[in-house]
């Protein structure tokens, strides 16, 4: 029964904003890795930001660190990932993930949500 769908995603200009929202239903309430991927047509799957319910611990690699920040609101139960000063290699087909805090990879996935930046 869980379930993750992502919205917010589009079109935006580069040096643009744009804020995208995973809503999340049927997760056990227990600590959860949570986090966002990117994948571009002919590249590989990249984690952009993850974070932690049990600690509030935040992950981000060089190319999103200081541009994009990761939050949860609990009581929504709602991810986000607010990007800033977007870059045309910002461009990809974004996910929403979600798995128990130990597992080796991530269980629950979203469809995914496309941002385009040009």
């Known amino acids: 029964h869980v379930q993750l769908v992502e919205s917010g995603g589009g079109s935006v200009q580069a040096g643009g904003s744009l804020r995208l929202s995973c809503a999340t239903s049927?997760?056990?309430?227990?600590?959860?890795?949570m986090g966002w991927f990117r994948q571009a047509p002919g590249k590989e799957r990249q984690g952009v930001a993850a974070?932690?319910?049990?600690?509030?611990?935040?992950y981000y690699p060089d190319s999103t660190k200081g541009r994009f920040t990761i939050s949860l609101d609990n009581a929504e139960h709602t991810l986000y990932l607010q990007m800033t000063d977007l870059k045309p290699e910002d461009t990809a087909m974004y996910y929403c993930?979600?798995?128990?805090?130990?597992?080796?990879?991530?269980?629950?996935w979203g469809q995914g949500t496309q941002v385009t930046v040009s």
């Open positions: 974070t932690y319910t049990g600690s509030g611990h935040t």
């Open positions: 993930a979600a798995t128990p805090c130990g597992a080796a990879d991530y269980k629950y």
């Open positions: 049927g997760l056990s309430p227990i600590p959860y890795a």
